[in-house]
């Protein structure tokens, strides 16, 4: 067999890891250190006067070396010794972003102009960015981004409203590397500050027990419950997956525990995948933290981050609850019985670690009522969970004072990835910008939807799911919330609610086959088929292609609205999600038959629609509840009576 490109390198020559490794986790410290030192702004108590975009290229100083110390260049192989050639790129990368960094006040002044020392390092840094962003995430967001850099060079000779304004290239590679609307512009402003210090609180908390802690108060919770691995697994990966931000990351952190005590419960392997795929990927709905984009959509949409919190709240409910009932349905339905007594931990034990509940009571108190920047409100959290973990531990184990000053590098070498994806996603922005194309393709995708604006959700839909195969969540929102959102707001959505619509559906793909990177990451573990298992995460995760659709044309379901309303709104699509959940799964009180699931949909999916989405929708929500009440009842009463036929026998 030969050996890869990387290994014959590194076998030639080349730095060893105990150089490269301890630089590495320097580079990835000083990254972490620089963000939080922004967030607290201490460059202006120490007299420092400095533009926003030099801190990002800052970050970038730390960020690009950093990943050719650390990424082979063929992905998935693991190299003993860093090649020269990506030792001399660590430094032409730092040599190219550290000029900008400094001289940043005088090139911006340049842009236009196009001299040699603006478009020179940025065509290095626009390379350098787009091979690191290869090495971490593979090729298919590359190759959407070298698409938009070569329509930005050649846009006049595309047809139509699609024709766009020509840049020279001296100008797009000077403008992509200086310009406030390119790699330095709001993608990496927030993965730089909030999205750095958040990480940073999901890291300490795995290191100082608390990810351990929800994992125990999980199955002390459900775990009494018939089906309780499947609904320890909705709970626990929802909690660990709203911090972590990464469907991917939390179906490897959480799988590699839940997908087997769930099959050994019996049920089929690709289920266990599944339920773990969707419980994972829903955590990027769910507040308070949330993933990456949701920090990102703040900035978007120039509102609070607690308001797209708010806003998020409701859909984020539903979708947990249609996973909880089809957890607790499957187990009734294939005779699932609770976890063994003996792997429930002691409720006074799990009670012990009752105080990282401060660290997120904190952050609440912080975020929504003192107004803080979620920067530092993560911060002080962080602070109240070290102090908290330090003093009091958990199961008898309080971390070392070296094992939390070692969460700073692995939080640098955790946010990597996503920092080289929103450097890179600035590009994007940039060739909209510059080109004029995001105002052409609004007019072409209303143009194609005929100004309906059911014709453009289903297309927003189909576009949003096929950009975001393969690609990460954060990627996935920033492409879709440049190019689809501002059509569905041009053609009356409430901009919040476009916004939550693209990101539900780009995060769908994560369990919407052909590519569903966690469900097949789950497939893996579960050790069960690829494809069923995305299939079934798709029946699982039923609601979030159905809720997103709801709220778009009635906000109420994301709280914009009168009080009534959004109460009314509010129940009859719990009891709507209730009714769809137990016709996918084929049972209620017993197993259904086939008119039975039929009319069980139908009634839900009547319930499901928000009294406010067209005339007369009140009814239809009424029919929806009557109907739906009906056949509980008397699937209820007639498995009673086949149990009291049973007894007598």
Known sequence: ??????????????????????????????????????????????????????????MLFFTLPLAYLSLPARRGTVRSR???????????????????????????????????????????????????????????????????????LFGDLFPGRLQGRPQSWQLLSGYMAVDSNGILGLPISVASTVVVAFILFGVLLGITGGSQFFTDAAMLAMGRFRGGSMKIAVLASGLFGSISGSAVANVVGTGVVTIPMIKRDGYPAHKAGAIEAVASTGGQLMPPVMGAAAFLMAEFLAVPYSEIVLAALVPAILYYVALFIQADLEAAKLGIRRVPASEIPRGRDVALGLHFVLAFAVLIYLLFWQRYQPERAALWAVLALCGTALLLGYKGQRPTIAALFGSIAKTGHSVLEILLISAASGIVIGVLNITGLSFNLTYALVQVGGGSAV????????????????????GVYVLLAALVAPALIEVGIEPIAAHLYVLYFGMMSMITPPIALAAFAAASIAKAPAMATGWSAM??????????????????????????????????????????????????????????????????????????AFPGAVLTDALGVALGAGLMLADALAARRHVAGEAAE
């Open 1 to 58: 067999m030969t050996a890869p490109d990387d290994v014959r390198l590194a076998s030639r020559g080349g730095l060893s890891a105990a150089v490269t490794r301890p630089l590495g986790d320097l580079l990835a410290a000083g990254l972490v250190l620089i963000a939080v030192g922004w967030a607290l702004s201490l460059q202006r108590k120490i007299g420092l006067d400095l533009y926003p975009q030099q801190f990002f290229a800052a």
């Open 82 to 152: 860093v090649p020269w050639i990506d030792v001399a790129l660590a430094l032409v990368a730092m040599a190219a972003v550290g000029f900008v960094a400094v001289e940043y006040p005088r090139l911006v002044l340049m842009i236009f102009a196009r001299p040699p020392e603006i478009w020179v390092p940025g065509l290095i840094i626009i390379a350098l960015l787009l091979e690191a962003l290869r090495r971490a995430t593979g090729w298919a967001l590359v190759l959407i981004i070298a698409v938009f850099l070569l329509y930005a």
């Open 455 to 474: 014709m453009l959700l289903a297309l927003s839909a189909i576009v949003c799911i096929i950009l975001g195969m393969g690609l990460p969540t954060l």
């Open 539 to 612: 029946r699982f995760g039923w609601s979030a292609y159905v809720i997103p659709v709801l709220f778009a044309f009635s906000p109420t379901l994301i709280l914009i609205g009168g009080p009534t309303e959004i109460a009314f709104a509010v129940v009859t699509a719990g009891i709507g999600v209730w009714l769809v959940s137990s016709a996918l799964a084929g049972y209620f009180a017993r197993p259904l038959g086939l008119l039975q699931r039929v009319l069980f949909a139908c009634a839900g999916l009547m319930a499901l629609v928000p009294a406010s």
